[in-house]
């Protein structure tokens, strides 16, 4: 059983970048591909990237394709999310889960807290 904690989430300018941090507990995380997923105000959850289990193959959603880049870390249990360029639609609260890659949001059967991205002037 794992269970995610995120974290690196603020205010940011349209232009600007900001770095989540997914950091796992309670097994190891060598076994599992993560996604990041978010909420956007009056939306759906939507998936916006993963990671395979060894880091071999990522995947995007083609609004953040080109701007935000998924990375892991197994040694320290660790799934980044760098976002880059970033636009006043990436505001939400983004979370972190074990997933298929990619996978859909309305499959995950827990979510953790998530850490707010807010884009704005």
């Known amino acids: 059983q794992l269970q995610f904690v995120e974290s690196g989430g603020g205010l940011v300018q349209p232009g600007g970048s900001l770095r989540l941090v997914c950091a796992a507990t309670?097994?190891?995380?060598?076994?599992?591909?993560v996604g990041w997923f978010r909420q956007v105000p009056g939306k759906e959850r939507e998936g916006v990237s993963c990671?395979?289990?060894?880091?071999?193959?990522?995947n995007y959603a083609d609004s953040v394709k080109g701007r935000f880049t998924i990375a892991r870390d197994n040694a320290k249990k660790m799934v980044y999310l760098q976002m880059n360029s970033l636009k006043p639609g990436d505001t939400g609260v983004y979370y972190c889960?074990?997933?298929?890659?990619?996978?859909?949001?309305?499959?995950?059967?827990?979510w953790g807290q998530g850490t707010q991205v807010t884009v704005s002037s």
């Open positions: 889960a074990a997933s298929a890659c990619p996978g859909r949001a309305d499959l995950i059967a827990s």
């Open positions: 309670g097994s190891t995380l060598d076994s599992y591909a």
């Open positions: 990671i395979s289990s060894r880091g071999d193959y990522t």
